[in-house]
Structures are given as C-alpha cells and as structure tokens.
C-alpha cells in the first residue's frame, strides 16, 4: 500500500492523510464477524492483534498521554445520558484483528440482539509516533465492523481529523469546527481536543447546559451576593444605618426575598420595620 504523507497547500491548510488506491483491502463482511467480545488477545495486556500480526501497545511518552487525558476528558463530559465513554477498550473487528482504540463511546448496556455490550459508535485515535500505514489498517477494520466515526489527534501536527471510507483518507477539521454528533450532549470543539484550557471551558458549557447542582448554586450565591451589594449601595445612598443585626438577616435572605427588600427600600426610603 502507498502512503501520501501529509503536506501543507500555499494557503497553509492540510491536505488529507490518506492512503492512494490499489483498490481497497477486502474485510470480513458482516456474516463473518465474531462478536465484539470474543477474544484473541488477553484483556488488560498490551497484546493487541492486527490482521493476525501481533502488536504490542507501549506506554506513552508525555505528548501522547497528555493528549490522550485531554480526549479521554472531553469524552467523558460531552456523551450523552444513555451513552458511555471507554479508554483503550479491546474491540474485535473482524476474524484476524482484535485491538483497543484509545478513546471510544457506545450506547450504556447490551445489545438485545446480541446479548453483547453495544458496538463503539464513535473513536478518537491519538497519534505520535504511530506510522500512518498502521492508522489507516486499523481505520478501515473498524469501519468495516460497523463503527460510525472515527477521529485522530495528530499531536506534533496539532491537527485533529476525522477518518473518510470513501476517501481512505483522514481528512483535516477546521481548528474553530466542532463535532456534532447524537451521542454527544453539545457540539464538541476541535480546539478543546488541542489546548487544556479550551477542554476547560468546554467542560464548564456542558455543566451549564445540564445545571449541575455545583454551578447552579454557586450561580445562585453569586446573584444573592450581588443584590446584597446592591442593597447596600442603597442604604448608604439613603443614609440607612446597617447595623450587624441588619447585616446578618439579609445574610439569610434568599434572591427573592432580597429583590423585594430593594424595592421596599427604594420605595419607602427606610429599613423595612
């Protein structure tokens, strides 16, 4: 198989990673796989099998595990209730290939027509020193399982892509793009797989969109406080002496309680008896 490896155009944007035809590898069809879960490596190893060669999956230098948290992080927050996000989950994909990808996400349970756990829908790959041609191998058998989407983090490249059949080629995201998918509960920001303080605020929108207990009241606290100081403002515009007992009952007010207080005093330019 011949490799194009990626290049830049002139106008400074990637071109895809892809593999150039001959006609594509012939898979197993679908009467011919095994079950997802039928093994031909030992689960929680670092033996993986790739079209019966045998792989041995080495622990990460920093650039790759860091890059692999940041995915494994974004996954966790952004799946939908009813999904699942996975890390380095074994996955048998045809009868000669059974390997991990290092970020995945499947529908929570078994499936009824299998008994099985549900098939990955969606995979994020992070890419180091991983030749190209062995990206590539692993992308059309896990397309061929039946694996919807794929995605790979290029990490000295800074570029995340998003794996094309049709192509047979990984083919660049924009850096502003996001990922939009069902099992995911918001779009997924590109630049969140990529910089750490991105991921942050990415996770932060999510907490919002679900009003996590947490943020909710701190949210909460934050609108008190500031009818709080409003009141005060208010009262020292009046001339009204807030004394401590005065102080502590506002303290136990809550927002609605302290909105009516503002206007009361705006209205009758005294503490309320």
């Known amino acids: ?26 898979l197993p ?26 792989v041995v999956a080495a622990p990460a230098s920093p650039p790759h595990g860091d890059a692999h948290c940041q995915v494994d992080g974004e996954a966790l927050f952004h799946v939908r209730p009813g999904y699942v996000a996975s890390t380095d989950m074994l996955t048998r994909t045809d009868g000669e290939s059974d390997f991990a990808t290092d970020t995945s996400i499947r529908k929570e349970g078994n499936d009824p027509a299998t008994g099985d756990r549900y098939l990955e829908e969606v995979v994020f790959e992070v890419v180091h020193t991983q030749p190209l041609r062995d990206l590539i191998d692993r992308a059309e058998r896990l397309t061929a399982r039946g694996i919807r989407r794929m995605f790979a983090i290029f990490v000295n490249r800074r570029v995340v892509a998003e794996w094309s059949p049709a192509d047979r080629a990984f083919r660049p995201l924009p850096i502003d793009a996001a990922i939009e998918d069902a099992c995911l509960i918001r779009p997924l920001p590109v630049r969140a797989l990529l910089d ?18 947490v943020l909710a009241e701190a949210q909460q606290e934050a609108f008190r406080s500031g009818l709080r100081k409003a009141i005060e403002r208010l009262c020292q515009a009046l001339q009204i002496e807030l ?27 005294r503490w309320p008896s």
Do not use: F
């Not at 490896?5 to 071109?15: E, I, L, R, V, Y």
């Open 243 to 269: 004394t401590y007992a005065r102080r502590a009952a506002l303290a136990r007010l809550d927002a609605a309680a302290l909105e009516e207080m503002a206007a009361q005093l705006a209205a009758e330019r």
């Open 196 to 213: 750490r303080a991105e991921g942050r605020n990415a996770v932060a929108r999510v907490l919002l969109d679900e009003k996590n207990p």
């Open 29 to 54: 069809g679908h009467g011919e796989l095994p079950r997802v879960d039928e093994r031909l490596v030992e689960a929680e190893t670092r033996d993986e099998m790739v079209g019966g060669r045998r």
């Open 1 to 26: 198989m011949t490799l194009r490896m990626p290049s830049k155009n002139p106008a400074g944007s990637h071109q895809a990673l892809e593999a150039t035809p001959p006609a594509a590898r012939k």
